[in-house]
Nanobody, 115 residues
Framework: QVQLVESGGGVVQPGGSLRLSCAAS????????MGWYRQVPGKHREMVAE????????YYTPSVKGRFTISGDSAKDTIYLQMNSLEPEDTAVYYC????????WGQGTQVTVSL
């Protein structure tokens, strides 16, 4: 079975930082694409960042480029999303993602950026 478990969400003021973690079930990072998506009520789920196997290429949605960094640790089979200079518009539920013949999703972790 494939499992993805996110953690690290919380409440932070604008300009602050958070680090999200996604622990995978077994030897996923480095072998399959993984990424972070986010969703707010009434809107579609959008890709935030992805990291691809082989060359390790990373991709970001333009609104987070330069502020967020996706990375991974093969020994821990875990990916991370370092989020700096957070803005209220970053408030969303953040989901971990992978594709292994089909899409798999974590349960989500809430990120709230507010004064």
């Amino acid at each position: 079975q494939v499992q993805l478990v996110e953690s690290g969400g919380g409440v932070v003021q604008p300009g602050g930082s958070l680090r999200l973690s996604c622990a995978a079930s077994g030897s996923i990072f480095g072998r399959f694409v993984m990424g972070w998506y986010r969703q707010v009520p009434g809107k579609h789920r959008e890709m935030v960042a992805e990291i691809h196997p082989g060359d390790g290429a990373t991709y970001y949605t333009p609104s987070v480029k330069g502020r967020f960094t996706i990375s991974g640790d093969s020994a821990k089979d875990t990916i991370y999303l370092q989020m700096n200079s957070l803005e209220p518009e970053d408030t969303a539920v953040y989901y971990c993602y992978t594709f292994i013949g089909r899409e798999y999703w974590g349960q989500g972790t809430q990120v709230t950026v507010s004064l």
